[in-house]
T-cell receptor, first 118, second 111 residues
Framework: GAVVSQHPSRVICKSGTSVKIECRSL??????MFWYRQFPKQSLMLMAT?????????EQGVEKDKFLINHASLTLSTLTVTSAHPEDSSFYIC??????????????FGPGTRLTVT | DAKTTQPNSMESNEEEPVHLPCNHS???????IHWYRQLPSQGPEYVIH???SNVNNRMASLAIAEDRKSSTLILHRATLRDAAVYYC????????????FGQGTELSVKP
């Protein structure tokens, strides 16, 4: 299957600083990528849909000025958590879609990035 | 978002088949049924998807009810590595084709 990587796998930052997480599709081109967040013992929550060359579409309740998403190429999307606070500590996971569309496709997920804000 | 209902948890014995049920009574004609699983501290992994007909791949089989209001993921011989949270998700292409995760079923496999 297709491979999606994330970097870094873990990051610890101080409150008020910004953190950038990279998501790469290694062996395929992804026109659409997704960003999720997962708190301990909870399910994944979709944050935004990222399309190459255009602005991301954010889910309701997700602050677009706080979670900046850039999808500058067909293999790279980045999520920047700006002015991070302890409540932003979470497991961030990206994914990319592979397939012809119409619902018949596979979505591949990165290994996740564990963010801890102190 | 189209809703699915899954048991919170299930247990299985190693090397035995596992049938993971999913109810989706509000499914519409164009919704695809997707299954993903997530091992602890990892990103989810694609398992299988289907529309109307039963589907098989190297990981699992997907049995879809004739009225499409329920489906069953079948792991033919459970291994310890199959212990994970399994998510059944309805994908609506005309609503952005987004995977919206519910709570899933936590499968434990006993040796």
């Amino acid at each position: 299957g297709a491979v999606v990587s994330q970097h870094p796998s873990r990051v610890i930052c101080k409150s008020g600083t910004s953190v950038k997480i990279e998501c790469r599709s290694l062996d395929f081109q992804a026109t659409t990528m997704f960003w999720y967040r997962q708190f301990p013992k909870q399910s994944l929550m979709l944050m935004a849909t990222s399309n190459e060359g255009s602005k991301a579409t954010y889910e309701q309740g997700v602050e677009k000025d706080k979670f900046l998403i850039n999808h500058a190429s067909l293999t790279l999307s980045t999520l920047t958590v700006t002015s991070a606070h302890p409540e932003d500590s979470s497991f961030y996971i990206c994914s990319a879609r592979v397939g012809s569309g119409g619902g018949s496709y596979e979505q591949y997920f990165g290994p996740g990035t564990r963010l801890t804000v102190t | 978002d189209a809703k699915t209902t899954q048991p919170n948890s299930m247990e299985s014995n190693e090397e035995e088949p596992v049938h993971l049920p999913c109810n989706h009574s509000t499914i519409s004609g164009t919704d695809y049924i997707h299954w993903y699983r997530q091992l602890p501290s990892q990103g989810p992994e694609y398992v299988i998807h289907g529309l109307t007909s039963n589907v098989n791949n190297r990981m699992a089989s997907l049995a879809i009810a004739e009225d499409r209001k329920s489906s069953t993921l079948i792991l033919h011989r459970a291994t310890l590595r199959d212990a994970a949270v399994y998510y059944c998700i309805l994908l609506r292409w005309n609503q952005g084709g987004k995977l919206i995760f519910g709570q899933g079923t936590e499968l434990s496999v006993k040796p």
